[in-house]
C-alpha cells in the first residue's frame, strides 16, 4: 500500500501533463490518511488509497463544475493514463 501511495503521490505532485489540464492546479497530500487532493479551477479529484489484503484498492473521485462537464473526459482520461502508467 505504502509503494502504491507513493507512486500516485508523485505522478499527482510533478507531472506536468496533469498542470497543464489548469493553470491553478494544485496537490495536498496526507501521508497518514494515504489520500490527495488534486484540484484546479476547473475540476478536483480525491483519490484515496486502501489496504485490501495484499493488495492495494484505489478509489478516485473526480468533481467537475457543470460548466467545464465538457473537459471531463479529459481530466478522466489523463489522470487514468498518469495512474495506470505509474502503477503498471
Do not use: H, W
Amino acid at each position: 500500500m505504502d509503494s502504491t501511495y507513493t507512486k500516485i503521490k508523485d505522478v499527482l505532485e510533478n507531472d506536468s501533463d496533469l498542470k497543464k489540464l489548469d493553470s491553478n492546479y494544485s496537490c495536498t497530500c496526507i501521508d497518514a490518511e494515504k489520500s490527495i487532493t488534486a484540484k484546479g479551477k476547473t475540476f478536483k479529484a480525491e483519490v484515496n488509497i486502501e489496504s485490501n489484503g495484499s493488495q492495494s484498492l484505489v478509489k478516485i473521485v473526480v468533481d467537475l463544475p457543470l460548466m467545464f462537464a465538457p473537459f471531463k473526459g479529459a481530466v478522466e482520461k489523463t489522470l487514468s493514463r498518469k495512474l495506470e502508467k505509474a502503477l503498471g
